[in-house]
């Protein structure tokens, strides 16, 4: 068999120090997980023409979903990082599905026993974005789904995702929103509110974007804060508005 050391979420690496009352959550260091492993495995999954590639490590399975066979290999060697720093995820055939009113595609893991689903135009994105929420579970115990129903409503700019979120070390909850020109754009955007929620523990939630004459107006409300990003597009808009608070 072989030894298969990834390397590790950099996280890991940095020396972090225990969290104090009331302070953002962190992860104590720990050593990374060898992981021995055996084959790779390929299964067609039941929607949106996608590839499930799971391999076989210390005596269970890690998972990878992608549209071609590198995208769910290249996803599957992410989440054997997630799986060295102490977050095992499992997907099976069916994890793939699509959104309400037909936007968006889920791909639905479940890591040591919580729900995450990130969503995407496409599996391959979709499935990135669960690594990213994966990958800050492993970092600071937060983790997040995006509900198939109530996730995305029909907007008349862009695209806005809704995702709930939890930490593990806390037991807070809260909820962000992402939005976009794109799907892809506006779920990048949730991922990047979700780190800043986790650092900040606030809710973080984008309104329905607006125009006036030519200029989008992206509205970001954190915890009864507003503010407001403005730009030729809903992404730069909203990329305005993250910019404001450091995200």
């Not at 995208?71 to 099976?92: I, P, T, Y």
């Not at 391959?124 to 994966?134: Q, V, Y």
Request: aromatic share 8%; proline share 3%.
């Amino acid at each position: 068999m072989k030894v298969c050391l990834a390397p590790v979420i950099a996280l890991l690496a940095a020396g972090l120090m225990p969290a104090a009352a009331g302070a953002s959550p962190q992860i104590t260091n720990a050593q990374p997980l060898a992981l021995s492993c055996g084959t790779t495995e390929f299964v067609g999954m039941t929607s949106n023409s996608s590839t499930l590639a799971k391999r076989q490590c210390n005596g269970s399975y890690v998972y990878g979903i992608g549209v071609s066979v590198n995208e769910a290999v290249e996803n599957l060697n992410g989440f054997m990082a997630v799986l060295q720093a102490g977050v095992s995820c499992s997907a099976d055939a069916s994890s793939i599905v699509s959104g309400a009113y037909g936007k968006g595609v889920f791909a639905q893991f479940v890591c040591n026993g919580w729900p995450i689903a990130g969503v995407g135009n496409s599996p391959t994105t979709a499935a990135r974005n669960s690594l990213a929420i994966a990958t800050e579970m492993a970092a600071t115990g937060t983790h997040c789904s995006a509900p198939l129903q109530g996730s995305y409503y029909p907007e008349s700019w862009g695209f806005r995702f809704r995702y709930d979120c939890g930490n593990t070390q806390t037991l807070k909850s809260w909820s962000i929103s992402g939005l976009g020109a794109s799907i892809d754009d506006a779920n990048v955007i949730a991922m990047r509110l979700m780190r800043y929620s986790t650092a900040a523990g606030q809710s973080c939630n984008f309104e329905k974007a607006e125009i006036n004459g030519v200029i989008l107006h992206a509205t970001l409300v954190c915890n009864g804060s507003y503010i407001h990003g403005y730009g030729s597009s809903v992404t730069a808009a909203a990329n305005d508005a993250l910019a404001q608070i450091g995200a």
